[in-house]
């Protein structure tokens, strides 16, 4: 089905477009074809079909320049009859285009045959395609707390907020972990000061979120009746099980809790808060707004766009230019699910089969309850998604304002609004920009068996390029997602990017921790983990579709600026042929710059620099799992670095080798190594 844009408000009531046959393809350039009442240009099949579209033209228009085509649904509907014979270019001028429902890219709009499908933007025009609404009417709601209100559509409660271009923050209340005792079934005020929560209004609405060591978990609250805080299930339970939980992080000192979602939480500048039955928004505004001026928006779609064909009939050739995509917000926390936060926008979700009877003591540091559910952690749905296409390009896009992951290539079935995944080859992402996100920027790949172990050849991700890209300012609510994440997937190559202002990782490659490795890992046989004990989790003979990953040439910066676990570039499991060569590496608050993690392996470290942190390699000695080899075969050769260790398991007898690398006396850095510094990012003969 094609999806509408606001201001069609008759969009699904369009006529049906009969299948009128192009002329030959060799019809001269000025000839026409009627295409259900529109007259569109046809050229001969070297030269592209021209559809136009404006937001000040009309769906009565012929799509041409004089007279193009008002929404995105018309445009797409006249490039499913073109496509089958020619290359088709839709241009979009400068301006706003709304969406009142998510895009449903197919098979049907790509290029057919071997044309091309090209959505780009008009010669100095810079289009946005967006999920939101301008929110405007400002009145003063309390002059003393300077907290302003407007009037918003009933019903609509989204999680995020911009105003001026920026963030903002949900209502929110930093609240110590000493002031509760964490039970299974929620929690129990210890400190009277916090008694006031049991007479908020809207209880049902507020959200319990708790970092800890790598993880951002969510829970929301049932009800609070004097003392005890009650949670919503299967949330809470299963934010209780695992490893770095709310019960029990990995580290107390660093773990932070916040209550979140009411209006008596509404205190600092720049804070915000929604009445979805009243249809009020309060915002209280930071120095040097004018409510009067500012822009301000508020989010009415979870994503903007899925595009996925079958694994029989992929999307093929179809590209984004110069186009930006703004304004979602995933909704899936705000339920009783919660958000039980696994690693980088992995999840646990559903009822778990065996759940312990006292999670806090028998499953906060793994169980085999948790290890069933490993194979079957859902990942956040990206705000434009791609699956089963091969030849899906993205070339000076802007990523903005998105309340998720930006842009998800090849992700699980749940991640894809399509219902398929995985399957994505040849997709590249060239020369744009991500920027102000509450979610990581890009994730590639899946997390479940048939991602690392595909039963068919098509559903395997591969080739994927993400280059000379500009990444900044993401993952600021969803902040244990790394800025750009690859799971399972082969020769993958992520190559002169600028990647900044990340609370967790710069960039994650790999999944699984060994355990999907040929051999499996001797670590997860243990009792506490009992992995391979559990139903439906095998040792594979064969390797996982991980592999000849090349990360190169990137700057990588201001990352890790809330969590310690991780590094700014960071490893796990099985990759034959991985490259990670001549990244410039720096300001990193956790001071690990590369960091290989459990059953890491065959990966080369070549001539990185990194600047006050260190290289680090984990072999799960912890635990008395020393004698098992899954962390082997890693060398670091040629780097440079001034800060850190060179620390982990570095020895003969995992076959993890040091070799040549050197430290540096402050910024002293040798000729070679300042070639590699300015050599990193976005390559300036390449920048528009």
Known sequence: MLLGCAGAANAQQLPPMPDIPLPPRNSGPDTH?????????????AVPVAIAISPAGSDDGDGSIAHPFRTLERAQQAVRRANRTHSVTVTLAEGLYPLTVPLRFGAEDGGQDGNVVRWQAAPGAHPRISGGSAVTGWTLADRARDIWVADVPRGLDPRHFWVDGRMAQRAQVQIPRKAVEITATGMKIIDPAWGFLAGLPDQ?????EHTGFFTDRRAMVASIEGDTIRMQQPGWRNNLIGYDTLGRPVSVASARMFLINALAFLREAGQWYVDPAAGKLYYKPRAGENMSRTEAVLPRLESLASIAGSYDRPVADLQFSGIAFGYTSWLGPSSAEGYASQQSGAYLAGVVPGYPADPLRDCSWGCWAFETMRNRWRQQPAAVQVAAAVRVTFDHAEFA??????LGIGNNPDANASGIGFGAAGVEVRHSRFRDLSGGAIMVGGITP?????????????NVVIADNRIENVSQDFKEQAAVLVTYAAGTIIEHNDVSGAPYDGIDIGWGWGVNDPGGSGAYRSRTRGYYDQPGN???DTPTILRDT????NRVHRVKTWFEDGGAIYHLSADPGALIAENYVYDVPGAIGLYLDEGSRYTLLRQNVIDGAGIWLNANTMDGYLPHRTTIENRATGNWYNGGKLGGSWDAYMDNRLDGNVLVGGAAWPQAARAVIDAAGVRKELAK
């Open 550 to 553: 090349v990360v190169r040439g």
């Open 538 to 540: 095998i040792v594979y």
């Open 33 to 45: 074809a009627a295409f259900g009442g529109i007259t569109l240009p046809v050229a001969p099949a």
């Open 204 to 208: 049902s609405r507020i959200e319990v």
């Open 450 to 462: 048939d991602a690392h172990h595909p039963p068919r050849a098509e559903m395997g991700v591969r």
């Open 401 to 406: 304002h998105l309340g998720q992951i930006a």
